[in-house]
């Protein structure tokens, strides 16, 4: 079976991040007034797999492993089947 | 002395690095990052530079890279390993040091010559300064503002080798810019020692770091 994986990375709450503090900025420059600016990393791809749950699994080790920095990361997986 | 310096695509400073420790009297030798035996070497250095592009963070990819293995045999063997600004970020993201060093507070690229105090001189590194001893060495990089979750325990065990001293450009907790693992053998500092070790650059404050490797055995 093959599914789509969606893993979204944040910074824990709480920690500075410098390049939303920009992005607010750079709003503000065009007299755009907002607050609470934050950024997401967003990594998708395809995966085989016998099960939505197996694949999680395995997705969620990747961000353990690889993908993420527990020091500084919150992550979120979402799985779906792929329609054949 | 058979000193290892580790190149990954991306490095930079290496060059540095080798002709200092040639200056210093050690053997140095380029290390490409899918060995995977490091034992003939006495210490391990890994130099700056933008390591696989920094994708995904600095330092992320090489932390999983063959070597990785090799360097930590060499410190499960007691020999000293260095990592300078690319290769400070690798050693937090292997979890050979404590912390991470992320994105500087003002979101910039920072070069300029900083003034910084020694604070621990247990390391091979830093053990030919004096405790509290202030240096000039240059930063250059744009992810070296130091966080960690267990700052009680870093000072409780000396882990903290390097601090900015007159002000914190970076943003970093504690003004903080080298740590070390509990043993002090694995000292990761953003500075570049090697940009500051002879006095025709400015300043050779930074070339003990060096010499300290030498006879540490």
Same mark, same amino acid.
């Given at each position: 079976? *093959?599914?789509?994986? !969606?893993?979204?990375?944040?910074?824990? *709450?709480?920690?500075?991040?410098? %390049?939303?503090? /920009?992005?607010?900025?750079?709003?503000?420059?065009? !007299?755009?007034?907002?607050?609470? /600016?934050?950024?997401?990393?967003?990594?998708?791809?395809?995966?085989?797999?016998?099960? !939505?749950?197996?694949? *999680?699994? %395995?997705?969620? %080790?990747?961000?353990?492993?690889?993908?993420?920095?527990?020091?500084?990361?919150?992550? /979120?997986?979402?799985?779906?089947?792929? %329609? !054949? | 002395?058979?000193?290892? $310096?580790?190149?990954?695509?991306?490095?930079?400073?290496?060059?540095?690095?080798?002709?200092?420790?040639?200056?210093?009297?050690?053997? +140095? &030798?380029?290390?490409? #990052?899918?060995?995977?035996?490091?034992?003939?070497?006495?210490?391990?250095?890994?130099?700056?530079?933008?390591?696989?592009?920094?994708?995904?963070?600095?330092?992320?990819?090489?932390? $999983?890279? +063959?070597?990785?293995?090799?360097?930590?045999?060499?410190?499960?063997?007691?020999?000293?390993?260095?990592?300078?600004?690319? =290769?400070?970020? $690798?050693?937090?993201?292997?979890?050979?040091?404590?912390?991470?060093?992320?994105?500087?507070?003002?979101?910039?690229?920072?070069? &300029? #010559?900083?003034?910084?105090?020694?604070?621990?001189?247990?390391?091979?590194?830093?053990?030919?300064?004096?405790?509290?001893?202030?240096?000039?060495?240059?930063?250059?990089?744009?992810? =070296?503002? @130091? @966080?960690?979750?267990? $700052?009680?325990?870093?000072?409780?065990?000396?882990?903290?080798?390097?601090?900015?001293?007159?002000?914190?450009?970076?943003?970093?907790?504690?003004?903080?810019?080298?740590?070390?693992?509990?043993?002090?053998?694995?000292?990761?500092?953003?500075?570049?020692?090697?940009?500051?070790?002879?006095?025709?650059?400015?300043?050779?404050? =930074?070339?003990?770091?060096?010499? =300290?490797?030498?006879?540490?055995?």
């Amino acid at each position: 079976m *093959k599914y789509d994986a !969606e893993v979204r990375i944040s910074l824990k *709450k709480g920690m500075l991040n410098p %390049e939303a503090a /920009t992005i607010q900025r750079a709003l503000a420059l065009l !007299e755009y007034q907002v607050v609470n /600016t934050s950024t997401v990393d967003l990594i998708r791809f395809q995966i085989q797999g016998d099960s !939505e749950s197996a694949v *999680k699994e %395995e997705v969620d %080790e990747m961000c353990q492993r690889l993908l993420c920095n527990p020091v500084i990361h919150d992550y /979120t997986i979402k799985i779906s089947a792929q %329609e !054949e | 002395m058979k000193v290892g $310096i580790i190149r990954f695509p991306g490095s930079n400073c290496d060059r540095d690095v080798f002709h200092v420790l040639e200056l210093v009297g050690a053997k +140095p &030798e380029y290390v490409w #990052w899918n060995t995977r035996d490091l034992s003939d070497y006495e210490a391990i250095i890994i130099p700056g530079g933008f390591s696989y592009g920094d994708y995904l963070r600095a330092g992320a990819i090489a932390a $999983i890279t +063959p070597i990785i293995d090799g360097i930590k045999d060499c410190v499960s063997e007691g020999k000293p390993v260095l990592g300078i600004c690319n =290769g400070a970020q $690798i050693l937090a993201e292997v979890g050979l040091v404590p912390g991470v060093f992320t994105e500087n507070e003002n979101a910039k690229f920072i070069c &300029e #010559w900083t003034d910084l105090k020694v604070e621990s001189v247990k390391t091979p590194f830093t053990r030919l300064y004096k405790k509290n001893e202030i240096i000039k060495m240059p930063i250059a990089h744009a992810e =070296g503002r @130091y @966080y960690t979750e267990n $700052i009680q325990e870093l000072r409780d065990n000396d882990q903290i080798v390097l601090s900015f001293e007159s002000e914190n450009p970076n943003g970093s907790m504690e003004a903080i810019t080298g740590v070390c693992d509990e043993e002090g053998l694995v000292c990761a500092v953003m500075p570049h020692p090697e940009r500051a070790s002879e006095s025709i650059l400015g300043s050779d404050d =930074g070339r003990k770091f060096f010499e =300290g490797i030498m006879k540490f055995r």
